[in-house]
Each structure stands twice: as C-alpha cells, then as structure tokens.
C-alpha cells in the first residue's frame, strides 16, 4: 500500500516566530491522525525553527527548493547537505512558480532532484500542464515528458524517497480545482509513465499528489481517488484549522 502525503507549501509566507506559533498550535490538532505522512515545506529561514517546533510530534519539514551542486559560487542558494544538517527531511522541487518566475527547466529540476536524493533527502518533484497545453488537448503528452526528463538518472532504489505532485499549473492559487475525475485521470497518466521506466511495482508504490487549489471542502472527494495519494496544499496550508480538516479528510 502506498502512503497518502499531506504537504503543505508555504512559498514566502511567515516568519519564524510565526512558524513557531503555527506549529505549536497545529501539533496537537494532528496529533495521532496515522493514516497519512504530514509535511509542512517552509522557507529556508524557517526550517531551524519548524523542526524545533515540530520535534515529539508526526510533523514532517521540509524546504521548497534545494541547488544542485555540492557547495561553491552560487550566490543566494542553499544545498542539499545544509538541508540536511538543520533537520530538513523533504523538499520540493520544480514547483512551477520556480519554473516560471525562476527560470527552471526540466534539466534544472532533474539536476536538483537527483542532488536531493544523493544527500538522503525525499524529494516533493512538481510538475504539471499548463492552461492551453490542456486547452491543446497533450497533458497527458506534457505530464509523461516532464515525468521522464525529471527523473532521468534516478535509480529504481532512489525512486523509493520521491513523491510526484501533480499540479495543473492553471489551478495553483486560481481558486479553480482539477475536477477528481481530471486529478485521477492525470495522476493515473503519471502513474503509467514510472510503470513503463520502473515497471508495475514501483508504480504501485510511488505516492502522487495532487496540488492546486486543494482546500477544506474539495480535499475529501479529490483524495477518494484512487491515483491520487495526498495533496501539495499551498494556500490552505496556511490556516491551522483548513490544513487539520485536509489532514482529516486522508484519514
Ligand atoms: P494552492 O498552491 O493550494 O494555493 O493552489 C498549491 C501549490 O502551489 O503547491
């Protein structure tokens, strides 16, 4: 059985005594809810407080991006080891506002991935169409590729610490949500693509999110779908009382 993940992504929300006042509140109101992985993805500055703050209880922390190289001239980035070092457990990676504001492509995203992996991180890979590639009718064509050029050169072995987030890129902060019959059929999409590179049992395996607009009142009919295994929340993740209800909904 694979595990449902609920993971939140703050993007750049909150400060560290916020993080703090957050996670102490939050801790309880999970508390015991065993049937899905909880991850809480905060900015850098945060991760130090969020795992302090998280320490005793099932929350998980990680970042929202990782550089690929090991150390060296790359102003502004943070690598995997120093995830690593301060507690981090999880990041994401190719989160489309990195693709699209940042300049990230899939040999960028595919580059930081297995830079994660090396380092023991588990790795939250984001990918997903955008509005008029579903318009065009080829998200099954762009969610297959993007799946293949991510995860080139990641090991059958290594799969086993990556978790795919599905995420329509025009339903990510939109208010708008794939329907769960599209969340399930791309998911599924996805799901075929690691059966055809890692064969049928690792597809089994492999935990896909859906993100996009994931909130309290659309997170139980989403997560019933069979290809999809938890949700990267982004907004909803940010309320104590709307992210407990999507923790409810997976158990
Ligand atoms: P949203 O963000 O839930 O605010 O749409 C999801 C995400 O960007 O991961």
Wanted: aromatic residues 6%; glycine residues 10%; negative net charge.
């Amino acid at each position: 059985m694979r595990r449902t993940v609920i993971a939140g992504n703050w993007k750049m929300n909150m400060t560290p005594s916020q993080t703090k006042a957050f996670i102490t509140e939050l801790a309880p109101m999970v508390a015991g809810k065993d049937k899905c992985d909880i991850v809480l993805c905060v900015p850098f500055v945060d991760i130090a407080t969020a795992v302090e703050a998280a320490k005793g209880s099932n929350i998980h922390i990680g970042a929202e991006n990782v550089h690929f190289a090991e150390s060296g001239a790359y102003t502004g980035e943070i690598s995997a080891k120093m995830l690593c070092e301060i507690g981090a457990e999880y990041v994401i990676v190719g989160h489309s506002e990195r693709r699209t504001y940042f300049g990230e492509t899939d040999e960028t995203v595919n580059l930081r991935t297995k830079a994660a992996l090396a380092a023991g991180l588990k790795v939250i890979l984001c990918l997903g169409e955008v509005k008029e590639q579903r318009l065009a009718g080829i998200t099954d064509e762009i969610v297959s590729m993007q799946t293949k050029l991510d995860l080139a050169g990641v090991s059958a072995e290594e799969l086993k610490n990556v978790i795919i987030a599905y995420e329509p890129v025009w339903a990510i902060g939109t208010g708008l949500t794939a329907t769960p019959e599209q969340a399930d059929e791309t998911c599924g999409v996805i799901r075929k693509t690691i059966a055809a590179l890692y064969g049928e049992a690792a597809a089994e395996q492999i935990t896909i999110q859906y993100g996009g607009s994931m909130n309290d009142g659309n997170a139980k009919e989403l997560l019933a779908k069979t290809h999809v295994d938890g949700g990267l929340i982004g907004g909803a993740s940010l309320k104590t009382d709307k992210f407990t209800a999507i923790v409810n909904a997976a158990n």
